[in-house]
């Protein structure tokens, strides 16, 4: 079965820097586009940033220019590195694959960005 497990998260302060990954498997990994989402409290769940399967990329305009998403498609991992980070990037981030009319989602791992 599709699996997606995320790792990486924490505590971090203002301007500081985390590597979100997410261990893909059950599926042909190479083969298909992954995304990052995240949902703080009270809000919706929104894309972050999103790789296909050529390594094209695109990201919210809020993280444009800070966080980066890549992928290893021999490792089944894809990453995303978040720099300079802001208090309002805290959330619980979700690795996310869509094939064929369903989305699959991994367990997500908690950001917290304080002081």
């Known amino acids: 079965q599709v699996q997606l497990v995320e790792s990486g998260g924490g505590l971090v302060q203002p301007g500081g820097s985390l590597r979100l990954s997410c261990a893909a498997s059950?599926?042909?990994?190479?083969?298909?586009?992954m995304s990052w989402y995240r949902q703080a409290p009270g809000q919706e769940r929104k894309l972050v940033a999103s790789i296909s399967s050529g390594d094209s990329t695109g990201y919210a305009d809020s993280v444009k220019g800070r966080f980066t998403i890549s992928r290893d498609n021999a490792k089944n991992l894809v990453y995303l590195q978040m720099n300079s980070l802001k208090p309002e990037d805290t959330a619980v981030y979700y690795c996310?694959?869509?094939?064929?009319?369903?989305?699959?989602w991994g367990q997500g791992t908690q950001v917290t960005v304080s002081s």
């Open positions: 059950g599926f042909r990994f190479s083969s298909v586009g």
């Open positions: 996310n694959v869509v094939m064929w009319i369903n989305n699959y």
